[in-house]
């Protein structure tokens, strides 16, 4: 308290006495404003490419047109999404503008596709992978069919698929397999992600009956491509044994059968394979085709010139590949099972006529093709004791050992 110049009495207060109602007035802390709300999440879309679509179709719900087209267009450098593919998996981020934040496609296993927004523009790149390749050794027994014991053994159809291709020229696969057979390859396997993707070469195979055992060895020279026998001749001859990968036979060669359908004893001069409607039918061997069209009751028939006075006729098809005139090579489709003409079921009437006399195609001794040139002989060799080594060496602990009966 003090006097003024007037007299009259002034009162001080010190800050720590100002009444409270006043210092809240003043309390600028209790004006800072609310903590912002977070942003929306980012919208994501993943699936995988469907029949009759394309990327409009796809995307078009969540991108607008403009966006497709600018998507497009800064990834057809490095792949044209106009062809996209059934089955391939894809990615897409939109942004919280609606704009698209990054887009991947799996173009294939190994190359995906990814478009990612950079500031206002787009930028695409194709990330590649490897697989993990391994060479492993499976083996088998027989006990009801080459499929069983491979399916036993761990592995896929495609695997015996492979196998019964590499010994096709010197095993029916129909009719030559017995219980107790055995078979043995040196495979290289396609692996992603730990995952089996899929098989790489046979390097060497072997299959082994009572009477019999054979053995192939892959080799690619510079003039020489395919599975070999151990002495350097192609296992790969003249003629299949069978137009089919996998079917049986429900009628032999003979000279005297009872027709279904006439009703009458006549002979058969061909080998009925029984297999479902849209079987694939492969040409047995190199040739031309001399007929592709009805032929009375054979229905659609294929016939085949070859070499050395050989034909071989492919008979109530369901669907014929071919045309007369064409060349075709051993083991290109020609057709597809069926039963047009006179047919009770669906199968392939199979016949062959060496200089215009039908012979029974199972008994044929079909000719091999050239063995391995002198030229490259040490490189077959040398290719030959290492492959065939896998088969021969001590079986390894992670081996699996096929024996299903089914």
């Known amino acids: 308290m003090r006097l003024s110049a007037s007299g009259a009495v002034v009162l001080l207060l010190l800050p720590t006495q100002l009444p409270m109602a006043m210092e809240h007035v003043a309390s600028p802390a209790a004006a800072a404003p609310l903590p912002a709300p977070p942003p929306p999440p980012l919208k994501t879309l993943n699936g995988t490419i469907g029949r009759n679509t394309n990327l409009a179709s796809v995307l078009g719900p969540t991108l607008s047109p403009a966006v497709i087209h600018r998507l497009v267009e800064t990834a057809r450098p490095l792949h044209d999404l106009a062809r996209i593919s059934v089955g391939h998996p894809f990615s897409l981020v939109v942004g919280q503008d609606g704009f698209l934040s990054n887009f991947s496609y799996a173009i294939d ?3 995906t596709l990814r478009v990612t927004r950079k500031g206002e523009d787009l930028e695409a790149e194709v990330t590649t992978r490897s697989y993990d390749q391994r060479t492993e050794v ?7 069919s080459l499929f069983a014991a491979v399916n ?5 159809d495609q695997l015996a698929l492979d196998l019964a291709e590499i010994f096709a020229w010197d095993v029916d696969f129909h009719t030559e397999l017995q219980k107790g057979d055995s078979f043995k390859v040196a495979v290289e396997k396609l692996y992603l992600d730990g995952r089996l993707s899929r098989y790489g070469r046979i390097l060497s195979a072997e299959f082994a009956q009572d009477d019999r055992t054979l053995r192939a060895v892959r080799f690619d020279g510079e003039g020489s491509q395919g599975y070999y026998a151990p002495d350097g001749k192609p296992l790969r001859k ?14 032999g060669f003979t000279h005297s059968r009872f027709h279904p359908i006439l009703k009458k004893v006549r002979p058969h001069y061909g080998v009925d394979y029984a297999a479902p409607v849209g079987t694939p039918v492969m040409a047995s061997g190199d040739g031309v085709v001399v007929l592709a069209g009805w032929d009375g009751g054979y229905g659609k ?5 070859h070499p050395n006075g050989y034909q071989t006729l492919y008979g109530h098809l369901s669907r014929i590949n071919v045309r007369a005139g064409q060349r075709v090579s051993q083991e290109q489709y020609v057709g597809s099972v069926g039963m047009t003409g006179l047919a009770t079921g669906p199968h392939l009437d199979y016949r062959m006529i060496k200089d215009g ?7 044929i001794q079909s000719p091999r093709a050239e063995p391995v040139p002198h030229r490259e002989r040490e490189a077959f060799e040398a290719t030959r004791d ?11 602990p992670a081996t699996r050992i096929a024996s299903a009966a089914h």
């Open 357 to 363: 006399v039908f012979v029974n195609p199972l008994k």
């Open 238 to 251: 003249a003629f299949l044994r069978s137009p089919l990968k996998f079917s049986r036979i429900s009628s």
């Open 152 to 156: 036993g053994a761990g592995e896929e």
């Open 301 to 305: 028939t294929v016939k085949i010139r």
């Open 109 to 111: 296993e190994l190359r």
């Open 386 to 396: 290492r492959v065939l080594a896998l088969l021969d060496g001590p079986a390894d």
């Open 138 to 144: 499976v083996q088998g027994v027989i006990t009801s």
